[in-house]
């Protein structure tokens, strides 16, 4: 056997040494420093902070205890390669002499005691803090941010330039009031689409996969991915959430109510996307605090968080172009900025060309005398967040939004060519302020104000009757809202409230030739109380919202009160069964007017209740589903009944007999949704199915029920997505059955000059089918910037589907009218993202 000289030496150096060591050591009387720092403890009073591995394995002198504690600290860190600092006159802290480690001491602001169990996160690299708060994070070179987190505790994020990474410090987190509501079902549909066990569902638009035909994360067009949830006419001016008409969905942005909802007259959505960060739906079992709202509630909120690090993004596509900015503002304040305005002005893409002739139809665009057609929109987007104290936080929000079109009318008056424009605008803005106080980790305040304006006017000119035609449509509304929640025990959660609404709503008509003005101005005041109660057994299996909401609207002395209620139990891991219900009711409603509101482009108007021709509306729904779960497969069923009173015909869009008719009615709805989905690594497909059976009563125009305009008995959506790092592909299918219409009595079309129809709602169009394609590439651009380009084409196959039709008298002769869905439409993006 050979033995290598250097191994022979090693050992040989080694054996001489080892006396002199082990004598060294009881000389010295070195002992463990773990022993020592018992020794300290308990002569001075002081307790030690370290990580076990921190002192494992190192020895010190025994501590000389006839001196003062700072010079026993002085002659231990001498000893090691430690430091050891004094937090306060308790306690003190032991750490490596390692640059690039951090330490602290994670606690509660209200009562300072540690938080156990807090996670440190700095880039890939995360800690753990102890039983005492107590953690240390090795720092990475290229990320100067560290994230804490823990669960109750409001997530904060640490700039380590403003801070001496290698001291300790101790870091105070604010109670988040504890919520009972969690994520029961998650990526319901895709990524990001997760149901709460409050029976709502929450789209958070920074983890939100790709859907088919959007290149963005457009909220109103994404909702109606959801069973239960889609637009006969194909816009987001005109959803409808189980079968009920678009006036009778709640929408927030930030908690203000908004009475528009798109640009280009509703093919899409106004609200900008990049600062939009989650969504709340709910179809049913809405919680008190929202009123409004019969068939449905799509909440908005921009980030709660206070970013320290600026951040934005720019982007172009064949619509618009955009842009977004999170500007800290100091370590109390941020400010989000988000801006979108249409292309329109400096070309027009065949995407825009598209959208132009879908608004176009069946209006005085399409007239021969028209030229000179301009559209432009614009929306600006502001929110400000203020930390006041560890205990008050102020949010600042503001949307301007504008829709403008503009189009000249030309005739030949005594022989002179003659140019007079005619234009129409659509306009909201809002503001709101929240002021949050949290007096303890179990209870806080908030007070919501908002005001928010909605105007539509339109200008037309009749060159040849040298008549102009002014339309005004105006909706003024401040609101008051205090909330206070409270909680009980881990197990019960109280909401408690009041709300003051007040609604001011104007309605103009006037012409100059011959003169003629109609101006009504109404205001109504509201006045609610609303309570609810959330609990959750100790299990967790079983989740019961119970609330009950008071409202008193004094022009009338009418008391209304809501019960709703949430009930969501997990009858194993795999099968999971929910029942919601509730109790709505609205004082608003549109008038829809095909003859000639606004140029034919925006056909409605907003209205206010009088309590009597105009009723208030009142809803009552009751729902039960079942969902079962299993390695990524998802099948979600949900049977439910609607009954809404007090509709008024001229809102719901007749285009027959009861066109022109004012009365009042109600309709119910049974219907089905139920969802298929299943994971397959990186692929994602879903199928989802809506069945019903929607039927109007009205005793002034029919003996029986009949079909409501927004029946679509069938309603089949097939979608799938693929997703890796850097892209992104969704392709979908879209069919149903054909919206009902009133057709003429064959051979017997025209009697005593009037269209005879046969029976209300007694045909259907043909079936609708569209196929959408979209794709997303992720791209990393270097220096801090990063960048993605996406393509989508809606209408993949450029199908003429008839989303609407009716019939006209043209000099005696029947006319039947078409109103065509959108055809194909490319899209593509471009974004920079820093």
Not at 394 to 419: D, H
Not at 545 to 560: C, M, P, S, V
Request: proline letters at 2%; one cysteine or more; charged letters at 20%.
């Amino acid at each position: 056997m050979k033995i290598s000289t250097k191994l022979l030496v090693t050992c040989l150096i080694f054996w001489l040494f080892k006396p002199f060591q082990v004598k060294a050591q009881v000389q010295g009387n070195d002992i463990l420093l773990h022993d020592a720092i018992i020794i300290i403890e308990k002569e001075y009073d002081v307790q030690f902070n370290y990580a076990e591995e921190t002192i494992a394995g190192v020895y010190v002198a025994s501590p000389n205890l006839e001196l003062d504690i700072e010079s026993v600290l002085i002659n231990l860190q001498n000893q090691t390669a430690l430091t050891f600092s004094r937090l306060d006159d308790h306690f003190i802290l032991i750490k490596s002499k390692v640059q690039n480690t951090f330490c602290g001491y994670v606690k509660s602001f209200y009562d300072d005691i540690p938080i156990p169990l807090a996670t440190i996160q700095n880039g890939s690299n995360g800690a753990v803090a102890d039983a005492d708060g107590y953690f240390e994070l090795n720092l990475m070179e290229n990320n100067k941010t560290i994230e804490v987190r823990a669960l109750g505790y409001r997530t904060v994020q640490l700039d380590l330039k403003l801070m001496n990474a290698n001291d300790c410090m101790i870091i105070r987190l604010n109670a988040e009031l504890q919520t009972l509501s969690e994520v029961y079902i998650s990526n319901y549909i895709t990524k990001g689409i997760n149901k709460l066990n409050d029976g709502s569902f929450n789209i958070n638009i920074e983890d939100f996969e790709i859907l088919p035909g959007l290149i963005d994360a457009d909220v109103l067009r994404s909702v109606q991915a959801f069973p239960g949830i889609m637009s006969v006419s194909e816009t987001v001016s005109n959803i409808n959430i189980r079968g009920g008409s678009h006036d009778q969905n709640l929408i927030l942005w930030d908690n203000i109510k908004m009475y528009q909802s798109g640009h280009f007259f509703g093919l899409i959505s106004m609200y900008n996307p990049q600062i939009t960060q989650t969504v709340s739906l709910f179809k049913n079992g809405t919680s008190t605090q929202f009123s409004d709202g019969v068939s449905g509630t799509i909440a908005m909120y921009t980030e709660n968080k206070l970013n320290k690090t600026f951040k934005g993004n720019f982007g172009v596509n064949l619509i618009d172009a955009n842009a977004f900015v999170d500007i800290p503002l100091g370590n109390k304040s941020s400010l989000q900025l988000a801006a979108r305005k249409s292309i329109s002005d400096f070309t027009k893409t065949p995407t825009y060309e598209q959208f132009f002739k879908r608004i176009s139809q069946n209006n005085e665009l399409q007239s021969e005398v028209t030229s000179d057609k301009q559209f432009d929109f614009y929306d600006a987007s502001l929110r400000w967040i203020y930390q006041i104290s560890p205990k008050d936080e102020l949010k600042l929000n503001f949307i301007n939004v504008s829709n403008n079109l503009v189009f000249n009318e030309n005739a030949l008056v005594n022989n002179i060519e003659t140019s007079r424009e005619s234009n129409i605008s659509q306009k909201s803005i809002a503001a709101g302020l929240n002021y949050k106080r949290l007096w303890s980790s179990q209870f806080n305040t908030t007070l919501q104000v908002y005001e928010t304006d909605y105007k539509l006017e339109a200008v037309n000119s009749n060159i040849n009757e040298s008549q102009r035609f002014l339309q005004k449509n105006q909706v003024s509304e401040s609101s008051i809202k205090l909330l206070a929640e409270k909680v009980f025990n881990q197990n019960l959660n109280g909401l408690f409230g009041y709300h003051f609404v007040e609604t001011k709503i104007t309605n103009l008509d006037d012409v100059d030739v011959p003169r003629y003005k109609f101006l009504i101005s109404e205001v109504l005041r509201e006045h609610s109380v609303f309570s609810e109660f959330t609990f959750r057994t100790k299990n967790k299996k079983t989740h019961v919202d119970l609330g009950l909401r008071y409202n008193y609207i004094d022009k009338f002395q009418e008391h209304i009160l809501e019960p709703r209620l949430s009930i969501t139990h997990q009858l194993s891991n795999r099968i999971s069964v929910e029942a919601l219900g509730e109790f709505k009711h609205q004082n608003t409603s549109q008038v829809i007017n095909f003859q000639n509101d606004f140029l034919g482009v925006e056909k409605r108007r907003w209205q206010l209740t009088d309590n009597d021709s105009i009723p208030i509306i009142k809803s009552k729904q009751f729902s039960l589903g079942i969902n079962y779960e299993h390695q990524e497969f998802l099948i979600s069923a949900e049977t439910y009944y609607k009954k809404v009173d007090g509709i008024t015909s001229q809102s719901q869009g007749f285009q027959n007999d009861f066109e022109f008719i004012k009365t009042s009615g109600s309709y119910d709805v049974l219907g089905l949704d139920l969802l298929i989905k299943k994971q397959l690594n990186d692929f994602n497909l879903w199928v989802s199915y809506t069945y019903m059976d929607n039927n109007y009563t009205f005793k002034t125009l029919n003996d029986g029920a009949f079909p409501s305009n927004f029946d679509i008995s069938h309603t089949l959506t097939f979608g799938s997505g693929f997703t890796t790092n850097k892209f992104k592909l969704a392709a979908g299918i879209n069919w149903h059955t054909g919206k009902p219409i009133t057709e003429p009595i064959a051979n017997e079309t025209i009697i005593n000059g009037s269209i005879n129809y046969d029976s209300v709602n007694s045909s259907n169009l043909e079936d609708y089918f569209r196929a959408d394609l979209s794709a997303i590439y992720y791209l990393n651009l270097g220096h801090k910037l990063k960048g993605e380009i996406g393509a989508s084409i809606w209408n993949v196959f450029g199908n003429e589907n008839t989303i609407n039709s009716f019939y006209r008298l043209n000099n005696s002769q029947l006319i039947r009218v078409n109103e065509l869905s959108l055809g194909f439409a490319p899209n593509v993006s471009a974004r920079i993202i820093f």
